[in-house]
């Protein structure tokens, strides 16, 4: 298969994947403009350098989702459809997310990425930061061409997902309530790219102000399921089909969702899962028996409903944009996020 065919046949299991009852026509669209966002990105991160060129590709070149750029031309189709600036802000907001992985997996000390190894695993720590900070930069670059409006809105986003990646390294503060402070982290740190994402279209389409702040609200509650689902297949997936290590959380001593829910159980037959829990699980063996414990645990069910009902709640905002494939498109996206299996 040459890398076009590949490409192509990438770009059709992602739309198909985040919209997958969508019409042929409406899957078509997607497919051609992801096509162009990767072309892009293509060009956008090349340099003369080999070595900044290869580890700026590390990530690129792996795949993944592509789930930012699909949501952008997605809500471009409420108003005018893809144009080449819609085409510039899904790049640039992909762009956005890939350097904030480059430093995640630094900070994490991650060995895989998207079923590869990770680039500060294979270039180092201090390559794998500054190849980030160079990824910014060039997202800052495309956004800057589309306008000071654009630079607005990327500027607040950086601002709310390095603000969410520092509180995320943080214990709950004295008062706050644990749950609703973990729910803040995760709509800064995820939710407000995804937000961004969704918002672009629109802005970028000759869609309305009402539309794009509908849209930014949408999007933000789209980052949380994505994330209360990434957080619970960082439990329950093994690494071979999510691409990444397994019970990565808990050997940090990071609280999700699920381990939230069993703090909360009164059974006392969880006294031993609660007490590995409380700390980071660096020795394997324990690591181990809590991820045998915490699969098996009743808190697994509650987080994914917990998901669904926030899924619900973000499909029900479409409501307000009218009907239409697209709009029925949308509202499927967060209920597919939430039952996703890697």
Known sequence: MSAESARTSSAQSVASAIVPDASAELGDRLVDGLERVNARLDVVVDHDSPLVREASHHLVDAGGKRFRPMLTLLTSM???????EVVDA???????????????????????????PSANAVYG??????????LFGKASELIAHLGPEAVILQARTFVRLCAGQIEDERQTPDGADPMEYYLKVLADKTGVLIAAAAQYGAMFSGCDERTVEVLGRY???????????????????????SGKTPGTDLREGVATLPTFYVNASSDPADARLKALLARPLTDDAEHAEALELLRAHPAMEQARAHTLTTAREAAALIDELGEGEVQDALKEVPLSV???SA
Not at 78 to 84: A, F, N
Not at 219 to 241: K, M, N, P, R, Y
């Open 78 to 84: 409420l108003g005018t459809g893809i144009s080449d």
């Open 338 to 340: 939430a039952t996703r």
């Open 125 to 134: 720590n201090s390559t794998a930061i500054l190849i980030g900070d160079l």
């Open 219 to 241: 999007g933000e509650l789209v980052g949380l399921v994505f994330q209360l689902s990434d957080d619970i297949l960082d439990i329950a997936s093994e690494a071979e089909t």
């Open 90 to 116: 899904a790049a640039g907001v992909e762009l956005t997310h890939l350097a904030s992985l480059y430093h995640d997996d630094v900070m994490d000390e991650a060995d895989i990425r998207r079923g590869v």
